[in-house]
């Protein structure tokens, strides 16, 4: 069966450091893979999603970045963190095969202080 | 530009009581339709997946339909319980191979015992 992790959990993290936020899939082959944001008494917001190893589309301009290093492993960075940045962030995935229904990690919290 | 509308966005009922939500979408190619549940604090789970050929799918006490023509759909619990308290979510895919989901910004439910 297919699993879906996301490290960390929540994070703490102040104004101007930096960011990683993993993401890694399990079960699966070449899927879709996603990056949302949701923040607090707002919609989801996706960020960046990708169809394959180094393909990353970027949905919104900021500062933050994407990478797909190997093929069910989503990275999200950056170089310095705004307090605009706190949300969860949720990591999704949808297979290339089958009925494409999406499927969803269980979201790191970040919080900018 | 598609657009996911969720109405109401706050739902309080008693226990026991059958309910709908409601789910509108602006441009009627689409995909799929994918609604989904997400407790506080965690990812989104998958309830319920039509695609575009569908009229509806059920699981247990849910039961999603889908008017195309008129962009809706509708999410009905049967029997609701204080544990289907959640905001609920749903989502569309775009024909012609779109890779992004459209969200709407939810309904959130609180059964009461």
């Known amino acids: 069966s297919q699993t879906i992790h996301q490290w960390p959990a929540t994070l703490v993290q102040p104004v101007g450091s930096p960011l990683s936020l993993e993401c890694t899939v399990e079960?699966?082959?070449?899927?879709?893979l996603y990056w949302y944001r949701q923040a607090a008494g707002r919609g989801l917001q996706l960020l960046f999603y990708s169809v394959g190893i180094g393909q990353i589309s970027s949905e919104v301009p900021q500062n933050l970045s994407a990478s797909r290093p190997q093929d069910r492993q989503f990275i999200l960075s950056s170089k310095k963190l705004l307090l605009s940045d706190s949300g969860f962030y949720l990591c999704a995935w949808i297979p290339r095969t089958g009925l494409h229904e999406q499927y969803f990690g269980p979201g790191t919290r970040l919080t900018v202080t | 530009k598609q657009e996911v509308t969720q109405i109401p966005a706050a739902l309080s009922v008693p226990e026991g009581e059958n309910l709908v939500l409601n789910c509108s979408f602006t441009?009627?190619?689409?995909?799929?339709l994918q609604w989904f549940r997400q407790d506080p604090g965690k990812g989104l789970t998958s309830l319920l997946l039509?695609?575009?050929?569908?009229r509806e799918q059920t699981s247990g006490r849910l039961n999603a339909s889908l008017d195309k023509s008129s962009g809706r759909s509708t999410l009905y619990i049967a029997a609701s319980q204080p544990g289907d308290s959640a905001t609920y979510l749903c989502?569309?895919?775009?024909?012609?191979?779109?890779?992004?989901?459209?969200f709407g910004k939810g309904t959130k439910l609180t059964v009461n015992p």
């Open positions: 079960g699966t082959s070449n899927p879709n």
């Open positions: 989502a569309v895919r775009a024909q012609g191979g779109s890779e992004k989901l459209v």
């Open positions: 441009d009627s190619a689409i995909y799929n």
């Open positions: 039509i695609q575009s050929s569908q």
